[in-house]
Nanobody
């Protein structure tokens, strides 16, 4: 079992920055990818960014060049630095951990609201 606790998020004006953090506990050595998904009202949950234990990163095209994912395995924590935020980035952001076995775990979600 893996538990994920998120922090960060909030309200920011367009062009501003926010940083999300997600700390994992439990069976952390079973985790390969850690990352972030988001879900806006009326839309499906989508991948924002993820990073594997080996350093492979994936980003949604819509956030490339603006968001940066990083991971501190010593602290079992993944971060999402979000710069140049846009109103369309408004969503609930969910931390995700993907085990080598392909089992998924989710955080409780944190709201990010970008005002225009």
């Amino acid at each position: 079992q893996v538990q994920l606790v998120e922090s960060g998020g909030g309200l920011v004006q367009a062009g501003g920055s926010l940083r999300l953090s997600c700390a994992a506990s439990g069976s952390i050595f079973s985790i390969n990818f850690m990352g972030w998904y988001r879900q806006a009202p009326g839309k499906q949950r989508e991948l924002v960014a993820r990073r594997s234990r080996g350093g492979i990163t994936n980003y949604a095209d819509s956030v490339k060049g603006r968001f940066t994912i990083s991971r501190d395995d010593a602290k079992n924590t993944v971060y999402l630095q979000m710069n140049s935020l846009k109103p369309e980035d408004t969503a609930v952001y969910y931390c995700n951990a993907l085990e080598y076995s392909s089992r998924n775990y989710w955080g409780q979600g944190t709201q990010v609201t970008v005002s225009s």
